[in-house]
């Protein structure tokens, strides 16, 4: 907020996005307009690469076939590009997300990435936990240390490949180590201590700064948390966080609205508060109602939220194609597609053509 520069933009973007230009800093002013409009990017992970029942259809979006746009931002996973592997752990090729991250950028657009990633010694999977070293080792071995380096430059690699036909970088948002709060990956709160977390949040900057990789916001995003606290426990500091976010998501149906609408609202309270303290960018990093049950969760649900709490972005989660009920976001025919497309005719959230 402290840049005049950025103030004056407020108010220039309307419910679809304008094209801006590719570096980090004016994906920041992006992010900032968008507050300061009270707008909020709307985004859906994977949108481009399949859908509720298809896949590797090119130009294809369950977003834009319900609500008559694409998402004003795109979130996409690195799992598994930490091996050097060509597609992502859902089967999305990297090279197509590269491919959607440059036509995005020129829809006006912004993309995100979380890492799913498996640990580079044991070969296990995000969710395996049984091993409470798993982090430590990474940091305090010299073994664990150099897997943790090969697998970082193949991260490296690939956000210094994000560049457009003219050759200039395209910026975008990583939010890696996310959901720490909670204990269901190797990096969460009961499987690693609070210093060894913050050392692997900067220890992973150091690296991505030393090779160059200069195109990333960093979003810092926990679970669901009952006070600051608990939310700033973990926090690597303001030299390492560009985004404070949050990830609370919608369950049980009609009977989890009121904990959804609590729980949510706590947490995005606390993260637009230290946002504001910080001279930082706050966003609802991650959320959804699987299945969509509730018809009109959009405008129910969501749009309080987005209303109370200025958030520059908020990404629900995939529409997969092999689980039938695993979606969140309408496609054609679903009960929730006419309050969809209400949600994104509402000028406050930013969807791009």
Known sequence: MKNAKLLLLAGALAATATAFGGTREDLRAALIDAVNSGKTYFGHHDD?????????EDGRSDTKETAGSYPGIMSWDLGDLEWGKDR???GVPFDLIRREVIVQNK?????TFSWHCDHPLTGLDSWKTADKTQVAVLLHTEEGRAAFARQLDYLCDFFNSLKDENGEKVAVIFRPWHEHTGSWFWWGRDNCSTEDFKAL??????????????????AYSPDRCENAEMY???????EYVDILGADVYHFHNEEGSEEYRRCAGTTLGIACAEAAKRGK?????ETGLESLTIPDWYNSHLLPLLEANPVAYVVVWRNAYRSPRHYYVPYPGHPA??????FADNPRTIFVK
Do not use: C, Q
């Open 48 to 56: 481009t690469a399949y859908g509720h029942n298809w896949t590797g």
């Open 88 to 90: 992502d752990l859902d």
């Open 107 to 111: 829809r006006g657009g912004l993309s």
């Open 201 to 218: 949040w900067s220890t992973m900057r150091a690296h991505f700064d030393a090779r160059g990789v200069d195109n990333v916001l960093w």
């Open 232 to 238: 700033m426990e973990r926090y690597p500091g303001d």
């Open 281 to 285: 960018i706050a966003a609802f990093t």
């Open 337 to 342: 597609e006419a309050s969809f497309r209400k």
